[in-house]
Nanobody, 125 residues
Framework: QVELVESGGASVQAGGSLTLSCAVF????????MAWFRQVPGKEREGVAG???????KYADSVQGRFTISQDNPKNIFYLQMNNLKPDDTAMYYC???????????????????WGRGTLVTISS
């Protein structure tokens, strides 16, 4: 059984930093593309950052230069380092994985096989 468990969500002030973690159980990081999505109530889920099995990464324009996705394959965990946080970054953040996602589609919501339940990030101004 595959399970993804997010952690690290918190309430911080604008300009601060957070690191989200996603622990992966049941599949290996190195055989899956991984990504982080976020969602605000009433809006569609948005792709934030993704990493393909070959290590290529992709970022939404809104977080480019501020967020970094990385993975620790021996521990089967991947991370989202978020710096210079803004109130617009407030959302529920979800991690996702799939062995079939190509680099170009990392930020597309369709086609992901496994999802976590989310961790809440709140940024105050």
């Amino acid at each position: 059984q595959v399970e993804l468990v997010e952690s690290g969500g918190a309430s911080v002030q604008a300009g601060g930093s957070l690191t989200l973690s996603c622990a992966v159980f049941g599949v290996s990081n190195d055989r899956n593309s991984m990504a982080w999505f976020r969602q605000v109530p009433g809006k569609e889920r948005e792709g934030v950052a993704g990493i393909a099995t070959n290590g290529w990464t992709k970022y939404a324009d809104s977080v480019q230069g501020r967020f970094t996705i990385s993975q620790d394959n021996p521990k089967n965990i991947f991370y989202l380092q978020m710096n210079n946080l803004k109130p617009d970054d407030t959302a529920m953040y979800y991690c996702t994985a799939s062995p079939y996602k190509a680099w170009w589609s990392l930020l597309h919501e369709d086609g992901w096989d496994y999802w976590g339940r989310g961790t809440l990030v709140t940024i105050s101004s």
